[in-house]
């Protein structure tokens, strides 16, 4: 979080600890090279010309001349208001991260308790009619109770010991190797099993390697329902990647077969449109590529006006499209996820 004369900021997406890095690197730059500070306490020293007087909450711009040494607690400025110069004890001080002189604004805010900020900016806000903006929401919270187990990558643990786990909820450009809802992970219907890693699809997996990862005994059969099913799976997460624009391919694909695979199972079975839900709004969250969120937001429209969240996932899907209502097709999405709504209670 960056906390701004103007509110606390948060920075949210995969390079959020690199851009606060930045930032704070930024602000340190420019504090060394601030010739504006404001005083935090009162200063009256009449009886002896050699320090500045001042009181609190005023401008003072600093002399860099050598004169005083910073290091030892003193630096040398001028009182804005009253023109006078003279030393400065570091510690009466907050020097600004700014170059220009701040505006009258700037200081009004610099003298208030951070309440009173925050009562100044919000009426401010009602006044020209802008909001507050709240970081986008995610599916962080609906994953940990309905989400399954993130699978364990063995490569990425050989590589760094201090890799951290597998996100769901997070935009990834490479297909899933399981359905994200835990309540699919198995389920006979579907032929939603646990499957193996993404690069075992190039071979039909033999009877002694799922024993030897699932430590059980498998049928003929159950292993080619496995592998129905972990093809199942690809063709159905595959098509959100590369609607989106998240996974390569040699020739493009007419969009309206791309939406056919997507949407066509959840149309059949109740059980799967949570999942789909659940696997465009990961792919829109994080995701830094804005022709990708463009699509995105196309897909979910369309899911929006095709079938409605489960009781589970309402609330949280609302609170995801609700976050971003700066888009284009957040406001259509809502409404068209509440007509359903609607429409199902009659």
Known sequence: SLLTLKGDFTLSGASAEDMTELITMFLSGLTERSRFAVTLREAETQDDPTFLSFKKGELIVIIRDDEYPQQRGWIKGENNRTKKKGAVPTDAILILPTLSKPTNEVMRLLTLSPNQRKNVVQANQKETGTVER?????????????????????????????????????????????????????????????????????????????????????????????????????????????????????????????????????????????????????????????????????????????????????????????????????????????SLLRSAQR
């Open 134 to 338: 709240l970081a986008p929401a995610t599916l962080k919270e609906f994953s940990l109770i309905y989400f399954r187990q993130p699978t364990k990558d063995v490569n990425r643990q050989v590589i760094s010991r201090n890799a951290a786990p597998e996100k769901l909820w997070v935009c990834s450009r490479e297909p899933i190797r399981q359905p994200l809802l835990k309540k699919l992970v198995g389920n006979p219907d579907l032929s939603h099993k646990a499957c193996l890693a993404f690069t075992d699809i190039l071979f039909f997996p033999s009877k002694r390697r799922i024993k030897c990862i699932y430590n059980q005994d498998f049928s003929f059969s159950k292993i080619v329902c496995f592998f129905k099913g972990f093809l199942f799976l690809l063709d159905y997460f595959v098509p959100i990647l590369k609607y989106m624009g998240d996974y390569p391919t040699k020739q493009l694909q007419s969009p309206i077969v791309l939406t056919d695979q997507i949407f066509g199972p959840a149309t059949k079975y109740e059980v799967l449109r949570d999942e789909i839900y659940c696997q465009i709004m990961k792919q829109m969250t994080n995701n830094n590529n804005r022709l990708s969120m463009e699509l995105g937001w196309q897909l979910l429209w369309l899911c929006c006006g095709l079938f409605p969240p489960s009781q589970a996932l309402l609330k949280h899907a609302h609170r995801f499209v609700e976050s971003r209502r700066r888009e284009p097709l957040a406001s259509d999405c809502l409404k068209r996820m509440q």
